[in-house]
């Protein structure tokens, strides 16, 4: 029994069980921030978020305050949102446009927008000192590595690594499935997100969305309410509704979803669901979409983009991308017991209107801060971070199918659905950065 703080970080995780200080401490919090966040590669936004020179986004990487911004030649940059003079953030907002140049609010220093130092009032009071405007120093700092993949724009603080489509693996068909379900090949954002503060521990929402054993319980509520008005429609009209369908799935039984369901696990976290909803309905709308996307592609390769079958990827990380619905969450850690989180969709380049629709209705219906299903994950979470300030019971449970997993070189494949592979996956990953 750990009743202390252990030196070795490593006795924290074991690979059945994890340590309750790994999500309360804040020291641990602080190292995480430090050997993960600050190390790997962390999601920055999509490129159509900044869609003129001079427009910006606002985020965090780990502890480190970060602006996403588009220059005059149409480049998108990662910059440290910190003024060299003094230190003030330069963008004080979550987004805007800052013009043809960043201004510093406090002495009025310029930078251009890819940061390089431009001006400062009465340059004259720095003659034969190290400042010039040609010095590196004296600009805004750049993150050392940033990548773009599809348009999904990543930074990172390291200097060396992985480069970033090495470090998706193959994973990137999370990125891949949602842009080529695009008639046009590419997605934009819709250009805002829902922005909840949780108040419980990353790593809750991580594990939480490959958790496949708590839908039917967590969402059981939601999940009869909506079978209930979705067995009158289709009692009145032959029809299931797809934004009813989406939520009635919760009370699917446990073995069904244990069928249907498939895990692949990959190194540096990230995860891969397969399975659940075949999202190719024969309504109009859909119909009408795989026109629009043979028109563009072909027969043979819209048959092949329809036929992925993705429901979820998880970026290890702090990113939560569910392609064949066009939804992106994001986490930004706070402290041990409170976390960002950041909740996106897509529009498909060249799709029709109503497929956007149906991206929308599981935006507002399943990820919202607005709906019973993501209230009932929130509610869980902060009794979680609660739960475990019981000091007597140190562990928690990452039993279900542990040993029963196919370990396939370094991928492990989830035979049964319900396996809490992913979740073990992540702290094999935790584990691999803190202890580097
Ligand atoms: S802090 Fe920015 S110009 Fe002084
Ligand atoms: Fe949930």
């Known amino acids: 029994m750990i009743k202390q703080k252990p030196a070795n970080l490593e006795q924290l995780v074991e690979p059945d069980r994890v340590h309750r200080l790994c999500y309360t401490d804040q020291e641990i919090f602080d190292l995480e921030m430090k050997n993960i966040f600050e190390k790997t ?10 869609p003129k020179p001079g427009d910006y986004w606002t985020f965090d990487i780990g502890r ?20 060299p003079h003094r230190g003030i953030k330069l963008c004080a907002n979550i987004h805007g446009n800052t013009g043809d140049a960043f201004h510093c609010s ?24 190290r400042l010039s405007l040609d010095n590196p120093e004296f600009s805004m700092l750049p993150a050392p590595r940033m990548e773009s993949y599809r348009g999904f724009v990543f930074a990172s603080l390291a200097r060396t690594g992985q480069s970033l489509p090495d470090w998706l693996g193959p994973s990137k068909a999370g990125f891949d499935d949602m842009c080529d379900r695009a008639p046009d090949g590419e997605v934009e954002v819709v250009p805002n997100c829902y922005r909840v503060i949780q108040q419980s521990n990353w790593k809750f929402f991580m594990e939480n969305q490959l958790d496949v054993s708590h839908p039917m319980v967590t969402h059981e509520s939601t999940g009869r ?13 032959g029809e299931r509704p797809m934004n009813y369908h989406m939520l009635s799935a919760f009370t699917w039984p446990t073995q069904r979803w244990n069928e249907l369901l498939q895990t692949a696990n990959y190194p540096n976290g990230h995860s891969v669901l397969g399975g659940y909803m075949a999202l190719r309905p024969k309504d109009p709308d859909s119909l ?7 028109a ?12 992925v079958n993705i429901h979820h990827v998880i970026y290890y990380p702090c990113l939560s991308v569910q392609s064949p619905l066009q939804q992106l969450r ?97 702290f094999r990953a935790w584990k691999k950065y803190m202890t580097a």
């Open 296 to 307: 563009k592609v072909g027969e043979k390769r819209m048959n092949e983009i329809l036929s």
């Open 41 to 50: 590669w962390v999601y920055a936004g999509h490129e159509s978020q900044v």
């Open 288 to 294: 009408a979409y795989e026109r629009a996307l043979t």
């Open 225 to 237: 309410a909506a079978l209930e008005v979705e067995d009158k429609i289709f009692k009145r009209t």
């Open 106 to 129: 406090y002495h009025g220093w310029r930078f251009d927008l890819d940061g390089k130092l431009d001006s400062i009032p009465h340059l004259k009071g720095y003659d034969g000192t």
């Open 64 to 83: 480190q305050p970060m602006v996403l911004i588009r220059d005059k030649k149409n480049k998108v940059h990662v910059l440290y949102n910190r003024c």
């Open 330 to 426: 994001c986490l930004r850690p706070v402290s041990p017991g409170r976390t960002l989180s950041e909740i996106w969709h897509f529009r498909l380049k060249g799709a029709p209107e109503a497929i956007y629709q149906r991206s929308l209705w599981y935006y507002n219906l399943v990820n919202s801060p607005s709906t019973m299903v993501n209230a009932d994950d929130l509610e869980n979470w902060n009794r979680i971070q609660r739960g475990l300030q019981a000091e007597e019971m140190e562990w928690l449970s990452f039993h279900r199918n542990y040993g029963q997993d196919t370990i396939d070189g370094d991928v492990i494949r989830t035979r049964e659905g319900l396996s809490e592979a992913p979740l073990r996956n992540q």
